[in-house]
């Protein structure tokens, strides 16, 4: 398996709610009935609703709603959804709950989502042998999204201290250290293809590139797990950026270790492309 296509293997759950640059592909439609309603307390009989694709599209109409009663509900929803085992599940409506009250500026949001966020890292066992469910990952990658949606210096600075925290599971620091990057793609206001083409390849300049997946210790590397969180970016937002990547390929110096890593990318893209 090559390097991109494990990394893309392992993000197969990493499902991401609806933007305007994202893969449309896992975007959840939000009803009429749902989008229409304008009070956050008016949402609350289609949280409550046995219809988890309602609970779903409340959430989302609840962080563009915004404000305290909006958080106060979404709170309600994580608390209310009961855990799922399993180890392959669509993000449910924890996640959406949790990237939503990031959305919906209320006081009390980075702290409630830095809270659950080392609540779930530090209770997922990081040794190989371990039980994972798609569900805490869910949770997890939930509330890291929601502080990525507040982006302050004290949110990056708490993604940043998971990320360097070597006792907590490497994927959950991965996961930590995407959102960091998803945040710097919207602090500094990169809106055009081409921009943020440019960005995420200008990240692949990392000292001691191209890495190997693992240290002699057994570890996954830290470069590695940046290295293929840049390139993981570049894909999801391959409706944007696939135009532009060849383009850098060819403007790189011969040897340049980023053109095998891109050109290995355009061929997932080929082979997935942005619906």
């Known amino acids: 398996m090559n390097r991109l ?15 305007a640059d994202f893969d449309t592909k896992y975007q959840v439609a939000v009803p009429e009935s749902i989008q229409s309603i304008t009070l956050a307390e008016q949402l609350r009989v289609y949280i409550d609703s046995d219809n988890y694709v309602n ?7 609840l962080g563009e ?13 994580f608390d209310k959804e009961p855990f799922r085992e399993g180890m392959e599940l669509p993000d449910g409506v924890r996640y959406y709950a949790l990237v939503n009250i990031g959305r919906c500026n209320a006081s009390d949001a980075e702290a409630l989502l830095v809270d659950i966020a080392l609540h779930y890292s530090n ?14 990952l869910s949770v997890v990658r939930g509330a890291f999204r929601g502080l990525s949606e507040i982006g302050n210096a004290s949110v990056v600075a708490a993604l940043d201290s998971v990320f360097n925290n070597r006792d907590l599971y490497w994927l959950i620091r991965s996961f930590a250290q995407l959102d960091i990057l998803r945040h710097e793609l ?9 921009d943020t083409t440019v960005f995420l390849i200008a990240k692949l300049d990392i000292p001691g590139a191209p890495f190997k997946q693992f240290n002699s210790d057994g570890t996954i590397n830290t470069g590695f797990m940046i290295e293929q969180n840049i390139l993981y970016l570049l894909y999801e937002y391959r409706k944007v950026t696939y ?21 290995a990318l355009i061929g997932d893209i080929e082979n997935n492309p942005p619906q």
């Not at 919207?186 to 081409?194: N, R």
């Open 55 to 61: 609970r779903v599209a409340a959430c989302i109409r």
């Open 5 to 19: 296509r494990f990394i893309l293997v392992v993000f197969a759950i990493y499902v991401t709610t609806a933007h």
């Open 186 to 194: 919207k602090d500094y206001s990169i809106k055009t293809a081409s």
């Open 123 to 136: 209770n997922i066992d990081p040794s190989p042998d371990r039980h994972l469910s798609a569900d805490s």
């Open 65 to 77: 709603i915004k404000g305290q009663d909006a958080f106060e509900l979404l709170k309600y929803a």
């Open 243 to 263: 135009q532009y990547i060849s383009d850098f390929i060819i403007d790189l110096p011969a040897g340049d270790p980023k053109a095998a890593l891109l050109e």
